[in-house]
């Protein structure tokens, strides 16, 4: 569950934090107090992209910290080895994010810092947000699938067809590429034989890029090196004054020295060491002066072999290794030249097979599609009973298409709102209260067979009220017996069902706007319930009506 969500600095917020509780947690506040900041907040720590004008006005950055209780965090745990990142104490799992003025930004999970991509990897696996902008992803052919497969846990089915997919669409691509070159054959195999003849006549093979910089430095520099080189060991050990003459003098005075005082002994073997590391200091240096070869020709030699490299590598790759893989691609791509109908018969044999397997991994998983299709029509159907559609159908209808890159289906979700009515496809029919219903029960159904620990609706009751508004707070009352949910909601039908009731408020002080969110029970949650039947005009009779549905919603499984 989501145990703590901070924000600081972000839109109108200067510094609030939430502590949330298990089952359904519903948000209430009037329009324009704050309440889609939260839903922006947690999407900045989901990995979603960050727009600089959120930071409130006046401040370098702003910061989103949420931390998460797992009560089984083995899974997360893993993706976070993966990442490089230490695993949860104790189940905890924290996620922090700032954003600053001047475009940066870091992210950190765990205390250490991770990229974005991680950040929505872990945030897929977190929380599954759903807002009013989903009600129209619904209608989306390529949506209604995933929905599909993760009811029907298609997962490693359709991942396996994925891997053969994309060996199929290389073989094209490679057959295509020779299919092409005839026109051109003869200028292709020229181009290709002399970048085979360039890069081998180099003989790059047992290059060290390295050693080969260092020596040209060396030699560029021969006769300062040697100066220098000199002028060391004369202050070491071969000059008048020199270091390894003063430590003489140092061993012979402390030697005098041992029988006046116990510490000298130390100092004296201390003086000793030194006088050793010096010596060996300037043999080494002596040995190195040695093996300077300060031979112009040696020094013209290496800058040719220089300019050479760097004319390879702009030409062909930034390192050896890539020059050396041009060299073995170019040698594949002449070779296919001069065999090309060999190897277009090669490859047509091993296209002919893949496409063979790509058909028998695309039955597979059509066959699991169908069973999942058939199971998810049920399941909706019957939810979608308890949401004002007693006599409503559904339907997952999958139709056969050519191969692609999702298998060899499309599906389309159909939908009969009333009896007597054909079913039809959901994108042609549904009106957008209609359309929230329905996800709200996909959503539902969903809940029992993913594993995303926090649910969060933003308005899913958008342009519904009445009873079913009443239908919609049980039904995520019930979603929430299973998971943690977020509610945003501005239906006081929806709101009594919370378990915990947040309420997110604009105030003014010292001239700037402040949004803050407060948890209310008892009579402030009664005012607050009132407020939403109504509006700014709060009367005894509507507070009387507010304590009324609030028994209810307690009744039906909500707490206040």
Known sequence: MLQLLRIRNFAIVEDVAAEFEPGLNVITGETGAGKSILIGALGLL????????AIRAGEEQCMVQAVFH?????????????????????????????VSASGGGKIFVNNTPVTLQALKTLGDMLV???????HQSLLRQDF??????????????????RDIYGRMAVLKSEMSALQGASPDRIAQRDVLAWQIREIEEADLADMDEAALENE??????????LELIEGCRQALTDGDGCAFDGLGFVQKALDEMTGMTSEANAWLEEARSAAIRVQELSDALNRAAQNIDSDPRRLEWLETRMALLFKLKRKYGASVPEIQARLEQARQQLYDLDHREERLAELEAQLAATQAQVREAGLKLSRARKKSASALSRAVAEQLRDLGFPHGGFEAHLHETDAGPSGLDEAEFGFAPNVGEAMR????????????RVMLAIKTVLSGHDRIPVLVFDEVDANVGGEMGVAIGEKLAGVAEHRQVL??????????CGATHWVVEKQVEDGRTHSRIRAVSGSAREAEVARMLGGRSTTDVTVRHAREMLKRGTKKGATG
């Open 144 to 161: 209604q699938m995933e929905l599909l497969d993760a009811f029907g846990g298609n997962g490693l089915l359709l991942g396996a067809y």
């Open 487 to 496: 509610c945003i909601t501005h239906l006081p039908q929806v709101a009594v």
């Open 425 to 436: 496809p959901l994108r042609k029919i549904a009106s957008s209260g209609e359309i929230s």
């Open 216 to 225: 040209h430095s060396v030699a560029g520099n021969a006769q300062r090196i």
């Open 70 to 98: 797992l009560a089984d965090g083995e899974r997360v745990d893993r993706a976070l080895e993966t990442l490089g990142v230490e695993p949860c104490d104790q189940g905890d799992l924290m996620v922090q994010r700032t």
């Open 128 to 134: 599954d947000m759903h807002g009013p902008h989903d």
């Open 46 to 53: 989901l990995g979603e992209r960050a727009d600089r004008q």
